[in-house]
């Protein structure tokens, strides 16, 4: 059993088993839809067989909605899990891999041995609550070793397959229906070509990068720019596990010294005498971002798209206490600036 792919390490752009894949799937719905996948799963993995199920809890079985064994389609298929790899997929609820000698693994299923069956990879599928609802599986006559863009490839469309049969509106609304009716579908357009963040680290990393987003303000019904400042600590420096994290010093850096002195501003960004007392005091092991959401309280009832964050002890501006754990004291000690602000002697010292 193998852990999930490092999607860091692949790419789908131009990719053209996942553009099989999307075509050979993209116009067919219900039982066509089944028998389309798992044809052309088997095609763009290069596998022999490929099958999806239906899984019964009661009776521990699996019935296959369509079953792709060596270029043809087969039906009305059905097998008890105990003893098999598919039971690993339903037990764990997770994806599983057995790249090579899957037959001594699982000497008393009969299937593998019928299929000649050598390696195994399946996925569940599952619905919005996470309920088991069946699996998708591959397996070949050969080794299959781990390949990350392979993994990656199974992963989406056992995705595209737990949502089949489900118009597109429904079940973004299904979604969105969850949590109280405040959940918000996100979908990004442009950005993660390479299917992960790796684009944008090479861009903080390059020393012309300056960062500037966190208003709340301009096209606040459709985003949330604020949410920035916080993912650039509890994600990039703390969390990230698909590449390299950054360093502490660094992002903190770059969110204060640099991006003040690019606009002008000497007389704030450092911890020094005479600056600006301009901080956060923040607890960062349980600095996190909370879900978005939209809320009202704009005049007129008008919306905005809002994101909270929990993990700030303190903001302090100017000296004073704006924020504390989260509350709003009261304290109004901003002023309008203009222009850029030269340091104070003080500091020069």
Partial sequence: MKNEPSLSEC?????DPLRMLLEGTANTTGERFFEALVENLARALSTKHAWITEYNADLRRLRALAFWVDGELI???EIDIDGTPCEAVIKTARLVHYPNNIRDLFPKSTKLRELRAVSYMGVPLTDLNGAILGHLAVIDDRP????PRMLTLFKIFAARAAAAGVPPQEYCYDLMMKNDGSNVV?????GYGANDLSRQVALLEDETTVLSLADT???????CDASVPTQMLS???????????????QVVKMQTHDTARCVGLEDRGTLEPGMKADLNIID???LQLEPPGIIFDLPAGGRRMFQGARGYLATIVAGEVIMENGRYTGAVPGKLIRGSQSAPEVAHV
């Fill in 284 to 286: 960062f092991d349980q």
């Fill in 75 to 77: 039906s009305d298929f």
């Fill in 186 to 190: 996100y979908f990004p357009c442009f």
């Fill in 235 to 249: 994600y990039y420096v703390r969390d990230r596990e698909r590449g390299h994290r950054l360093a502490l010093e």
């Fill in 11 to 15: 790419s789908l752009e131009n990719d």
């Fill in 217 to 223: 303000g301009a096209h606040c019904g459709v985003l």
């Fill in 144 to 147: 299959m070793p781990e390949e």
